[in-house]
């Protein structure tokens, strides 16, 4: 049987949960949000993932309701929710701090915007109940926050979020106070939450690692703008620009100019007496125009004797990152470049194939790095 993919933003016919249709956000002088179209789809698990001051969180408070446009704007399931105030959108949010309330229970904390709404007791019960099994949070139903884990506190906060049933909710860093394995688990948790209920989840976080491991989709952003919404995979593999390639992940980034040779192929010149390096791509470049090299250190091998491939360089190893699963060399080229290789650990116990201050080749298939204007 033949899983279907989940990918609504490839199928023309599908209609958005939500639109940014030219979005400008300003607050005095300053352009918080500059001119923004974009489009997230129902079920998806979207991640708007930035440096501090991209516009992220803004982006957030807009769809919440605590900030309008200046111009342009958001629809939510086909209606302009400007006017709509935030208490009637159907749209939670989930803060970082969780803002429990320490003087009720975690029953009682799920509870609490459901009673608010005035739902009947019993279908209020039976809410919370199906919540506290979502979230596998039954054996702490009699509890205070304080009485509970970090973790625990966020399941509680998401519980409380999702029990009103709405169609988005908004995750703001809410991983943030959590340890680093705590934040990996509950990651997983997430997900899986997330399919399970089918709401729509919208995260905002710096953290890559989190949103290439949650979301179906990533928005990158960089001052106000979007710079790339792809699949995690694409995203890392075919990154659209040199701020996307450096921002995601550790990357070798190599800049030259370029010299077409045939159709899809080039010759990038990259340092007076240097072999060119050749790749082979779809970017269309003039000859002679700046470009830039993105290579993942994984991507790089790294050897004793010259390889015979045409992507090469010699150097000396400057340093050694050991990770536990693989080791990263720092490569240093006789111009002071560093180029960055990485090497699995297969073996528990095994002596390295090179050391501090040896002479090694580093090189790469010509298909193994991506060609970007620069």
Request: proline letters at 5%.
């Amino acid at each position: 049987m033949t899983q279907t993919i989940f990918a609504p933003w490839t199928d023309p016919a599908e209609k958005p949960l939500i639109e940014f249709d030219r979005v400008t956000k300003r607050f005095g002088d300053f352009t918080a949000i500059d001119d923004l179209s974009m489009a997230i789809y129902e079920r998806e698990f979207f991640a708007l993932l930035g440096p501090s001051g991209c516009g992220k969180t803004t982006l957030m408070r807009m769809l919440a309701g605590f900030d309008t446009p200046s111009e342009g704007t958001i629809w939510l399931a086909g209606q302009d929710i400007a006017p709509v105030p935030p208490n009637k959108r159907a749209v939670n949010m989930m803060f970082q701090s969780y803002a429990l309330f320490p003087h009720l229970s975690v029953w009682e904390n799920i509870a609490f915007g459901l009673r608010r709404e005035g739902m009947p007791k019993d279908q209020l019960a039976a809410r919370v109940d199906e919540m506290l099994r979502l979230t596998r949070l039954q054996r702490f139903a009699g509890r205070k926050p304080h009485q509970i884990s970090g973790g625990q506190r966020q399941r509680v906060a998401l519980a409380r979020s999702l029990a009103k049933a709405p169609k988005l909710l908004l995750l703001d860093e809410p991983l943030g106070a959590l340890d680093a394995k705590l934040r990996q688990d509950t990651q997983f948790e997430l997900m899986e939450i997330q399919e399970t209920t089918g709401t729509t989840f919208v995260i905002v976080t710096h953290d890559q690692e989190e949103a290439m491991t949650v979301a179906s989709r990533v928005a990158v952003m960089d001052e106000g703008r979007v710079m790339q919404i792809a699949t995690p995979e694409d995203i890392y593999e075919a990154p659209s620009s040199v701020y996307v390639a450096d921002f995601i992940g550790d990357v070798n980034i190599l800049r030259g100019t370029a010299r077409q040779t045939a159709p899809g192929r080039y010759e990038i010149l990259w340092g007076e007496g240097r072999a060119p390096l050749i790749s082979e791509s779809d970017t269309a470049l003039d000859n002679g125009q700046s470009c830039a090299l993105a290579i993942r250190p994984e991507k790089v091998s790294i050897s004793a004797d010259r390889p015979e491939t045409a992507n090469a360089a010699q150097g000396k190893i400057l340093d050694i990152a050991y990770l536990g699963n693989l080791s990263t060399y720092h490569v240093e080229l006789p111009d002071g470049q560093i180029i960055k290789a990485q090497e699995a650990n297969t073996q528990r116990i095994a002596r390295r194939s090179f050391t501090w201050e040896d002479e090694v080749w580093v090189s790469w298939t010509k298909t193994a790095a991506v060609l970007l204007a620069d």
